[in-house]
Structure formats: C-alpha cells, structure tokens
C-alpha cells in the first residue's frame, strides 16, 4: 500500500484481556519497527524486525508483549493479560533499508480500563 | 545510551513568523530524523539529516554533527504546522534504533 497501515485505530480493554494489534508496512520494506507513545512523551523503541527476524525486543516491557511477522510483511504486536499502565498509543514504522527514513502509521491508541 | 534534549519544549507563534528549533544530542549519530506529529497523532518524516543542510519548502533543516546539534527551521509560520516537532536519533551502525528527543509543541495562533 502507499502508507504503514494500522488496525485498529482505538481499542478499550479491560484490565486483564489480551489485546492485538496489526501492522501493514509498506510493501517491498525490509525493516519494521513498534514503538510506544505514552501521553505527553516522545515514542519509545519496542521492537525491530528484519523481514520475519525478531533482531532486537529489548524495548519490550515484559514477557506479557509478544511480536511476530511471520512472513517478513505483516506484523502483531500482542499484549497478554493487559494492565492500566500498558495505555498508550502503539506505532508501527517502517523502511526499506535500515538507516534509512521511516515512514510511520497513525497508531493504535490502547486505553486499559 | 544516547540523550536527546530539544529546545524550546513549548513555542507560540503568530501566522506568518519564523522560528529555529534545536536538538541536542550527547553522542556522535548515524541517522537523525525530524518528525512533526499532527493534532491526530501522525507522525510524519519531514528531514534525514545525519549531516548537512537541507530544505524543503518553508521548512530546512541544518546539523552539525561534529557539535552534536540540530537545527529545524520553519519559515512564514502556519497553523497547519501546530504540532510536535521530534528529533530522533540512532548511534547504531547496524539496523538502526532511532531514540526520539523530548518534543518541542508548537502553537500556530491565525
């Protein structure tokens, strides 16, 4: 597609149900990456995929974040058990190459009630 | 790991002034980027200026990577330019991790 595609745009959890959320880079980039933006803040890295490998999660924030891109295009960044302090809003970026520009989604915006 | 400050954090201007925000950074980088994210959230890419000078429009863009600072620079003010301006940076030589600076929040009053 012509831009990074997120879904859904808004979600309301409970506290304790799991959550997913989609991605859909650009097509033909290599490099994905998640990021989480908390209220009033810059984003933070969470994650980064080259194709379907996983080469960094050391952003993520506990074992309850999981993210996947099984066939190196779309990706799910998935949040078990969730909590209130996991509200946010959740971004996507990707690029064609690593060191190059990203070109981010809208965000998914979590509210964990 | 590296530090991004941004200055000024808030600015308000009138349509149709100019103003010069800074980033300042604590490490040599390998890729800078400066994003404006809208009044709905999106962040879009507007310079990637490891070095050098760039423009684009209304806007340029100057870093002086030996001094680890970058400048963004918005000309003839407009409301649509409301919004967070972000400076990120990544040190790495691999893939790399941008780490995004603290924001400067801009007000475009008509």
């Known amino acids: 597609g012509a831009g990074v595609s997120q879904s859904p745009r808004y979600k309301v959890a409970k506290r304790g149900q799991d959550v997913a959320l989609r991605c859909d880079p650009i097509?033909?980039?290599?490099?994905l990456f998640w990021y989480q933006q908390a209220l009033g803040q810059g984003p933070e890295f969470l994650t980064y995929f080259q194709n379907e490998a996983q080469l960094d999660k050391s952003g993520l924030p506990s074992d309850r974040f999981f993210a996947e891109r099984p066939e190196g295009s779309v990706s799910t960044l998935k949040i078990q058990r969730t909590q209130q302090e996991d509200s946010a809003v959740y971004l996507c970026?990707?690029?064609?190459?690593?060191?190059?520009?990203?070109?981010f989604g809208s965000g998914t915006r979590l509210t964990v009630v | 790991g590296i530090q991004v400050e941004q200055s000024p954090p808030d600015l308000i201007l009138q349509e149709g002034a100019n103003s010069t925000l800074r980033c300042n950074f604590s490490?040599?980088?390998?890729?800078l980027q400066w994003f404006h994210q809208n009044p709905w959230g999106q962040l879009i890419n507007l310079f990637y200026?490891?070095?050098g000078t760039k423009q684009n429009g209304r806007l340029s863009a100057t870093t002086v990577a030996t001094e680890r600072y970058s400048l963004l620079y918005i000309s003839s003010s407009q409301t649509t330019d409301s919004g967070v301006y972000f400076c990120a940076v990544s040190t790495d030589t691999g893939f790399q991790k941008l780490v995004f600076g603290t924001g400067t929040r801009l007000l475009v009053s008509p």
């Open positions: 970026a990707s690029s064609l190459e690593w060191g190059e520009v990203y070109t």
């Open positions: 097509s033909g980039h290599v490099s």
């Open positions: 200026i490891p070095s």
């Open positions: 490490d040599s980088v390998n890729n």
